[in-house]
């Protein structure tokens, strides 16, 4: 089964840091960016951070200086890195992109399971 496993999350104060990881599992990722989203209680889902294939990133205004995207293409694997964490930033976290089994396979657009992020003041 192809899809998107997330580890990382839980419970920190604010200030601290968090490192989400985001696999796929049974496949590869496509060269299509891959993003992190995130949503609050009662809010839309929202865009936190894109990563290209080749590693340029775009961040939401909101988390711009604090958060970094990466990938390895290697591992198919793409992370997020939150520093100096903030209540408001409290959410369940997912990872959004396209995998594929590979070259002339059926491309599969996945989301996450999601994982829970909580930061305290």
């Known amino acids: 089964q192809v899809q998107l496993v997330e580890s990382g999350g839980g419970l920190v104060q604010a200030g601290g840091s968090l490192r989400l990881s985001c696999a796929a599992s049974?496949?590869?990722?496509?060269?299509?960016?891959m993003g992190w989203y995130r949503q609050a209680p009662g809010k839309q889902r929202e865009l936190v951070a894109v990563?290209?294939?080749?590693?340029?990133?775009n961040y939401a205004d909101s988390v711009k200086g604090r958060f970094t995207i990466s990938r390895d293409n290697a591992k198919n694997t793409v992370y997020l890195q939150m520093n100096s964490l903030k209540p408001e930033d409290t959410a369940v976290y997912y990872c959004?992109?396209?995998?594929?089994?590979?070259?002339?396979?059926?491309?599969?657009?996945?989301w996450g399971q999601g994982t829970q992020v909580t930061v305290s003041s």
């Open positions: 959004n992109g396209q995998v594929t089994r590979g070259v002339g396979y059926r491309v599969y657009d996945l």
């Open positions: 990563v290209t294939r080749g590693g340029s990133a």
């Open positions: 049974g496949g590869i990722f496509s060269s299509n960016p």
